[in-house]
């Protein structure tokens, strides 16, 4: 994979200086996570590492990111909503089925 496909930024701040990876070759990572929960991992042929966060998406909404057609359309209604062309409908409560 092209490291331009990787690196969204090039801006990197130091978070620690000779870290050295337990006996079972762990490594603690601790605040330099963030909030992340999952990462893809990048090796370059010099050893280099780059931890890439990820979200998983839950199997039941998997179908919107396997239909192209639908997720355009969602991706346009979040532009025109952004953009303020959006008009009240009023409520739907009236068609939902308990």
Known sequence: MSASAVLKSTDFDLVAEFA???AKKRLSLG???????????????????????VRTIPV??????????????????????????SAERGSFAGYAQD
Not at 45 to 52: E, K, N, V
Not at 60 to 78: D, H, I, T
Request: proline share 8%; hydrophobic share 35%; no cysteine.
């Open 20 to 22: 050295q990876p337990d």
């Open 31 to 53: 605040e330099a996570l963030g909030g992340a929960k999952a990462f893809n991992i990048y090796r370059n042929p010099l050893g280099q590492l780059i931890l890439d966060p």
């Open 60 to 85: 039941s909404e998997m179908w919107l990111y396997e239909n192209p057609e639908a997720l355009a359309q969602v991706k346009q209604g979040l532009r025109e909503s952004a953009e303020g062309r």
